[in-house]
């Protein structure tokens, strides 16, 4: 039995500005400026700048198509006679970064580690020494790390003192619990637009019933894994590291105090875990995988109240179920930690913003007058889901299918409004994988659905907020290394704890 994808999020997850060069360069060589509608601009207009990392990331943005990118967000807004306009300056067209990606033939490889270091150290002077920023984003930087460091340090403004006199954006608007997780020291620099669940799922008769597990259960049930099981559907230990630990790499993350634990005893077990499996010869996608064999547990990202339902596929007997989870057949049990809580919440793809703290009081107001469309309930239903219409090659009829392109609307009245329309049958047909596009036949939701996944989403107290390129390669590296027999348990993890921690530290 083989569970195909929960769900697909019409482009790849964050790339953080740094996966590739920009599509369009100005002539100038130096600042890009949003289209917009200028017959809508002003000469009175409250001018602010938002700067971006990459131009390929803000031409074509959530859903990979130029109708969900921040350029065409911010031409609807400039479109607008608001009394704000927005202009972009997108720093990979600046001159000294054009060039960056390319090899000596001139074909382009992506941005290096030292490339990605020299277009952030620019940026964050940017915001240290200029004003020629007002906002930011965590697409702004080619490291999100950087964007995180930032929030800690003070650079941006409390997006609170904007919400308490706004009627349509504020703390009984959006969600409660999410706004909780994202505060640093009470305050809010930034709020993602959506959010979704990171946890691990599993056959109730292999992991059990209880929601989250201690690594000692999480072994204890593998050992009474009946003959020729899997994890992850693979008995190779790179794929297992890939979505067993790797995908749980923030829990070692401490962004708010400029840490790294690497050397802490979960992340030390579960690389003796993986390593108890034959090794791949540090190759991380592939090697065996099997969807027949009996299997603990795999990774399961939950985009929507639609989660709520497991797509369990048998590809031996074509065919497919579909158990809502609240009945028992399957168990959400998060990752593997030493306290039992190794779910985690993350934001989309899309959202993230944040307001110079340094900048006019007349430009915060403007800025917030942007930011907040990202919020509004009209907003956040129109980029939840993506229709894409077809004609059904059977009938010949026109048909319909959604794809989920962002996560849970923050926005409450927005996120009620979707789970009505799953219960409705209204996001029918809705793609789980690419691979899997035809009629998807599958039981409406209920309210007990729906209350389910909030509870499990209050009961999650940890927010993801990623790892940055460098620092995965840290990790990365070190661990592929010892999987393949190259070095031992205990100079894996000295090495990676003090190379991301100086690493860490220069970041500060």
């Given at each position: ?18 996966g ?30 938002l ?27 400039n ?24 090899d ?5 490889q ?13 940026i ?48 009984d ?35 059990g ?22 994890v ?14 790797r ?25 003796v ?16 995988y099997?969807q ?25 007997n ?33 959202g ?71 219960m ?36 999650i ?7 940055d390129?460098?620092?995965f ?12 027999g ?23």
């Amino acid at each position: 039995m083989k569970k195909t994808s929960a769900i697909i999020l019409a482009g790849a997850l964050l790339l953080t500005g740094c996966g590739s060069k920009a599509v369009s360069q100005s002539e100038s060589g130096s600042v890009s400026t949003s289209g917009g509608s200028d017959s809508a601009a002003h000469s009175d207009d409250v001018v602010i700048t938002l700067g971006w990392a990459n131009g390929q990331t803000y031409d074509w943005g959530i859903g990979t198509t130029a109708e969900n990118s921040m350029k065409h967000f911010i031409d609807e807004f400039n479109a607008k006679d608001n009394g704000v306009r927005v202009e972009v300056k997108i720093f990979s067209e600046l001159e000294e970064f054009r060039n960056y990606g390319y090899d000596d033939k001139g074909t382009y490889q992506g941005y290096s580690d030292e490339e990605c270091r020299q277009m952030d150290f620019f940026i964050a002077q940017e915001l240290i020494n200029k004003d020629s920023i007002d906002i930011i984003a965590k697409n702004s930087f080619c490291a999100p790390a950087k964007y995180e460091i930032f929030k800690c340090k003070g650079a941006f403004a409390d997006l609170y003192k904007f919400m308490e006199d706004d009627p349509e954006v504020n703390r009984d608007t959006l969600n409660s619990h999410i706004l909780d997780l994202c505060e640093y020291e009470g305050k809010l620099y930034s709020i993602p637009s959506y959010y979704m669940v990171n946890t691990m799922i599993g056959k109730s008769e292999y992991v059990g019933t209880k929601q989250n597990w201690t690594i000692d259960e999480f072994i204890d049930r593998w050992n009474a894994m009946p003959s020729g099981s899997m994890v992850n559907h693979s008995l190779t230990a790179e794929y297992i590291y890939y979505d067993v630990l790797r995908a749980n790499t923030s829990a070692f993350i401490d962004y708010n105090n400029f840490e790294t634990h690497f050397d802490h005893p979960d992340f030390h077990k579960m690389l003796v875990f993986c390593k108890g499996f034959e090794s791949n010869m540090g190759q991380k996608l592939e090697g065996a995988y099997d969807q027949s064999r009996p299997n603990l547990v795999e990774l399961y990202r939950i985009w929507g109240y639609n989660g709520a339902i497991y797509e369990d596929v048998d590809y031996a007997n074509n065919t497919v179920d579909y158990p809502h989870i609240l009945d028992g057949e399957m168990t959400l049990v998060g990752f593997p930690t030493s306290d039992g809580r190794g779910a985690y919440l993350s934001g989309g793809s899309f959202g993230d913003i944040s307001i110079r703290a340094n900048t006019s009081e007349e430009k915060q107001e403007a800025a917030w007058k942007f930011i907040r469309e990202f919020y509004l309930e009209e907003f956040q239903l129109e980029n939840f889901a993506q229709a894409n219409e077809y004609t059904d090659h059977e009938n010949g009829q026109p048909a319909k299918t959604w794809t989920i392109l962002n996560g849970f609307p923050i926005n409450n009245a927005a996120r009620k409004t979707t789970a009505e329309r799953f219960m409705s049958g209204y996001y029918d047909n809705v793609n789980y994988t690419l691979s899997v596009q035809n009629k998807v036949c599958k039981d409406n939701l209920t309210q007990a659905d729906i209350d389910f996944i909030d509870d499990y989403v209050n009961s999650i107290d940890r927010w993801g907020a990623g790892s940055d390129r460098e620092l995965f390669n840290i990790v990365e590296g070190e661990v592929l290394a010892y999987l393949k027999g190259g070095q031992d348990i205990d100079t894996t993890v000295d090495v990676i704890q003090s190379r991301a921690s100086i690493w860490i530290s220069e970041q500060a």
